[in-house]
């Protein structure tokens, strides 16, 4: 059923310091009425709306499913005893519900709008040489910035993990990659796809842990981290490489205390799994190969206040 994530809603107590924050990490914005709205460049998919609010707190995530999906979801959420209901956030297309813990949900048949930014640069492997005869670093490279694809993911806290997945699984359609335990879970798309569009990360409540960006390389991640790094905002976990997903990550705090992470190279698991096996071990045999510094104390912390 469920098989992309459109994009996210959060309610922030002053949009400009939210633009400016986000504007730096790579995404461009727009006012859409009383709201800010994020697309990436050269793409005309929204990704993030921060909408005026007392504080910061996750708002709704948008999913994307087809004709046939959403047919199915609307079965199973009679079944399940979920209210359908009329959009909390204003005029938006799609259905409207809240998961077990309360959290906004808005579905609609939608894809993600293609991807119109250039390719990245080729990059040379053992065995597999595809840049011949051109540089990849020359003084031109010091102009270089960050310039996210698209959002790839979130990770959101969860008072009951297992309660969250099951949910998500039998309700919505989607599929677990990996988990540790009933501390964290990694969902994918019923049609396959990234490892990862959604995850659930044990807390007291429910809030918001990060949003991650794909760009075109490990250099954008780079540049992208120390670019905000260097404009004042706090690090928070980064760069390295992950077990559950694989990708090279970079996180930033955004002015909340939640994080923003630009990613590059995911895993990608075909519709009908193909031998995909699911681990379920440690959150520690999850998080990094390697790492530039362990994770802080405060990376699974969740900042946003309770209800």
Request: proline share 7%; aromatic share 10%; charged share 25%.
């Amino acid at each position: 059923m469920i098989r992309s994530l459109l994009h996210v809603g959060m309610t922030v107590p002053d949009l400009e310091i939210g633009r400016a924050f986000y504007e730096l990490f790579g995404l461009e914005a727009r006012a859409s009425g009383n709201d800010l709205v994020f697309r990436c460049e050269g793409s005309a998919q929204e990704v993030l709306r921060l909408m005026p609010g007392a504080r910061k707190k996750l708002g709704y995530v948008s999913l994307g499913t087809n004709e046939a999906g959403m047919q199915s979801l609307l079965s199973n959420l009679e079944l399940s005893g979920v209210a359908v209901v009329e959009s909390p956030f204003g005029p938006m297309d799609g259905i409207w519900f809240c998961d077990p813990h309360g959290d906004w949900l808005n579905v609609q048949v939608a894809e993600p709008k293609p991807l119109t930014a250039a390719p990245p640069a080729e990059i040379n492997a053992p065995g597999r040489y595809r840049r011949i005869g051109t540089r990849a670093c020359d003084p031109a490279s010091q102009l270089k910035r960050a310039r996210p694809r698209r959002m790839g993911h979130l990770i959101k806290f969860s008072p009951d993990v297992d309660r969250s997945v099951a949910f998500y699984t039998e309700t919505l359609g989607m599929k677990v990659s990996d988990r540790a335990g009933d501390v964290l879970a990694f969902l994918r798309g019923s049609a396959g796809g990234d490892h990862h569009i959604v995850a659930f990360a044990k807390s007291t409540h429910t809030g918001l842990h990060h949003l991650s960006f794909e760009v075109g390389d490990i250099d954008e991640i780079e540049i992208g981290a120390q670019t905000l790094l260097r404009a004042g905002y706090k690090d928070g976990f980064g760069l390295g490489r992950h077990v559950g997903g694989s990708n090279y990550f970079h996180y930033i705090r955004d002015p909340w205390n939640s994080l923003a992470e630009y990613f590059w190279d995911i895993d990608v698991i075909p519709e009908d799994d193909s031998g995909w096996e699911a681990m379920n071990v440690t959150p520690q045999d999850l998080t990094a190969v390697w790492a530039a510094t362990p994770p802080p104390p405060e990376f699974p912390l969740n900042f946003e206040e309770r209800d």
